[in-house]
Structures are given as C-alpha cells and as structure tokens.
C-alpha cells in the first residue's frame, strides 16, 4: 500500500503508541458444534435516534480455502499454505463505516474523551467497576478527511485501537455485538463462495467495475456503494478503503495449520502492541494485485511517520489516508472474543 506524504498540519491528538507483543493463535477443532440456527436477514442498524445509520447483510456459515495457491498471480509468501477454513454464520456491514457513524461516537458527550499524556487509555484507575470504560477521540486539529468529503465516504486514517473502541461503543449503544472481522471471516467474505483471485473472477479486466484502485480513483476515496457488489451483496469489498481486521498480523500464521484439516475460525488475538495488524482489500491507490481476495497487509509504524508528538497518537494515522472498516457483528459470538476490547495505551512503547 502507497503512503501518501501531507505536510504535517498538527492533524493528530496528543496521545500515544503502543507495546510490541507476542500473541499465541486462537483456533478450533473443526467438530466445535454450530452456532444455533436462527433466521438470519439483511436489516438497518439505526443509532442515537437515526441521527446515523448503517445496513448489514447476512454471511451464511460454511468452509472455504483460505489463501491463495503459488501459480496465482500476484501471490505472497504470506498467503501459503493454502488451509481449509469453517466460518460461523455472521453479518457484515454492506459497505465501509462511513463519517457519519463515527462522528456520532467522537463528539458522544457520555463518554470521556482519550486520556492525556501519562493516562492509560479505555481504562480508569478509580476501581474495577470502571475497568471496561470507553474512552473517544480528542478532536483533531484539522479535517481528519483531508478534504476527501465526509457525507457518505468512507472514514479513513484512524488506528485499530480506534476502530475497536467504536465497535465497543456501538455496541453499548445498540445492545447487540458489533466488532471488528477477523481475518478468516474477511477472507470468507469477500470470496462470497468464489475460488478465484477475485470474487467477480481470475483476473482484474473487470476491476473498475466493482472498485475503486490506482488506475481510476483521482487518488482520493469515493463514497460508499457506488460500484457493483460481490456476490454476498458487499460494497467496496476490493479497494476504496483498506480494512481492519481484528488480527494481529504473523506471517507465518498460516504455517500454524494443517492444509487438508479444516480449522474453526482461527483468529490471532491483539494484545498490547501497536503495531502490526492485518489490513484487507486493497484501496484507491493500490495496484490490482493488493485487491485479491487473499491479499494480506500489515499495519506498520511508516503509516504515522507525520505525527510529531511524542507519544504518537494512538487514534489518528497521518499516512494512511486509505485505512478504514467495516463490522461484523456473529450470530454466535466465539468465547475468545466475547469482552474484547483494546489493550492499547498511552505510553505503553514500541
């Protein structure tokens, strides 16, 4: 993924970055009973009286190849090998979170805004009672859009842990679990039952009808939903916005299965650090190669290299004006992740 340089304007908050950590793998037998069946429907999630709103569309549960094969143009040692995958039946967000969502939960006056310098970030010393507080981000001190637009476009330029505590906060507001997909579910997702380096096909002749990349966006994000879907009803599933997934990055994560065994959904954990996380997708100034459905990116510190306080913000990304979202919410949530939440703090190191 490109980084573009904009001149440091003081666009970030004064707040930090984090541990660098090892996190072991999560996975499960493939015999793990199924979630219990339910009817499962596209709906619109309305939040904080309508003032925002988003639609979600249902992912069936199933196995799929995840990975990419040696001969697929474009493959990276990191996809390989090639491992069979059971996915849970879950629902996705039809398109990436976009401002308006996200402007609700930093200006949401219930909740504290981050912590300052010094301060542990999601968390109050006070007690226990106040160990699973939410916290938002201080206000920037520019348009965090970069004058991309706002109404309808994706957000972008935020950091994982960001995007976490937005899910945690959206969760609290709706009563039901919203959160970042892990890798596996993205994956899953985005290939809506294809093989191929694509969800519409084996080659990107037909990639300017389904995203936007390097080659037609104008280097900036559109707004949401304006190119063909895939075949699940997803939007902007390759390019516009690169998207976070739940998983710290390894890449050697999938050396850690067994190829002809079927594993239940394996999702590698994020402890403290900041640094590196997955990132699909590809976005609107990549190349081809970077939209295919098994395309893996890592987070890394270049992609705050503008931010000049110390710490750096833990919130707000300057060079990586392509990085956003999207949720997913389970219709039976894994027992790992149930109460996630960010370990991120302030002044927690590299």
Request: some cysteine; aromatic content about 12%; charged content about 20%.
């Given at each position: 993924?490109?980084?573009?340089?904009?001149?440091?304007?003081?666009?970030?908050?004064?707040?930090?970055?984090?541990?660098?950590?090892?996190?072991?793998?999560?996975?499960?037998?493939?015999?793990?009973?199924?979630?219990?069946?339910?009817?499962?429907?596209?709906?619109?999630?309305?939040?904080?009286?309508?003032?925002?709103?988003?639609?979600?569309?249902?992912?069936?549960?199933?196995?799929?190849?995840?990975?990419?094969?040696?001969?697929?143009?474009?493959?990276?040692?990191?996809?390989?090998?090639?491992?069979?995958?059971?996915?849970?039946?879950?629902?996705?967000?039809?398109?990436?979170?976009?401002?308006?969502?996200?402007?609700?939960?930093?200006?949401?006056?219930?909740?504290?805004?981050?912590?300052?310098?010094?301060?542990?970030?999601?968390?109050?010393?006070?007690?226990?009672?106040?160990?699973?507080?939410?916290?938002?981000?201080?206000?920037?001190?520019?348009?965090?859009?970069?004058?991309?637009?706002?109404?309808?476009?994706?957000?972008?330029?935020?950091?994982?842990?960001?995007?976490?505590?937005?899910?945690?906060?959206?969760?609290?507001?709706?009563?039901?679990?919203?959160?970042?997909?892990?890798?596996?579910?993205?994956?899953?997702?985005?290939?809506?039952?294809?093989?191929?380096?694509?969800?519409f096909g084996p080659t990107p002749r037909s990639l300017s009808e389904y995203a936007w990349f390097e080659a037609n966006s104008d280097y900036m994000p559109h707004a949401v939903g304006l190119k063909k879907p895939n075949p699940w009803g997803l939007y902007d599933i390759h390019g516009n916005v690169a998207e976070w997934c739940l998983d710290l990055y390894d890449k050697d994560f999938y050396k850690k299965f067994k190829p002809l065994i079927p594993v239940l959904e394996p999702v590698l954990i994020p402890e403290a650090q900041h640094y590196p996380h997955v990132v699909r997708g590809g976005s609107w100034d990549d190349d081809p190669v970077a939209l295919r459905c098994a395309a893996r990116e890592a987070s890394n510190i270049d992609w705050n290299q503008q931010d000049p306080q110390r710490p750096q913000s833990i919130w707000w990304l300057t060079d990586a004006l392509n990085v956003g979202f999207r949720v997913v919410r389970p219709l039976e949530e894994m027992d790992d992740l149930k109460g996630l939440r960010s370990k991120v703090t302030l002044n927690g190191g590299m």
């Open positions: 993924m490109k980084r573009f340089l904009f001149p440091s304007v003081g666009f970030l908050l004064g707040i930090g970055i984090l541990l660098w950590g090892v996190a072991a793998p999560v996975s499960r037998p493939a015999t793990s009973p199924p979630a219990a069946s339910a009817p499962m429907k596209a709906y619109v999630e309305s939040i904080v009286g309508g003032k925002a709103s988003f639609e979600m569309v249902p992912i069936p549960g199933g196995t799929f190849k995840m990975g990419s094969p040696a001969n697929e143009r474009g493959h990276a040692a990191d996809e390989a090998p090639q491992h069979e995958v059971k996915i849970q039946p879950f629902w996705m967000g039809k398109t990436e979170m976009t401002w308006e969502a996200f402007d609700l939960y930093a200006y949401d006056k219930d909740i504290p805004m981050g912590a300052g310098k010094g301060s542990t970030v999601g968390t109050v010393q006070a007690g226990p009672a106040d160990a699973d507080a939410i916290t938002r981000p201080t206000s920037p001190y520019s348009d965090p859009t970069f004058g991309y637009g706002r109404k309808g476009h994706p957000i972008i330029s935020i950091s994982h842990h960001a995007a976490m505590e937005f899910c945690r906060w959206l969760s609290a507001k709706t009563g039901k679990t919203y959160r970042l997909p892990t890798e596996a579910e993205w994956e899953y997702a985005c290939r809506a039952g294809t093989t191929t380096a694509f969800s």
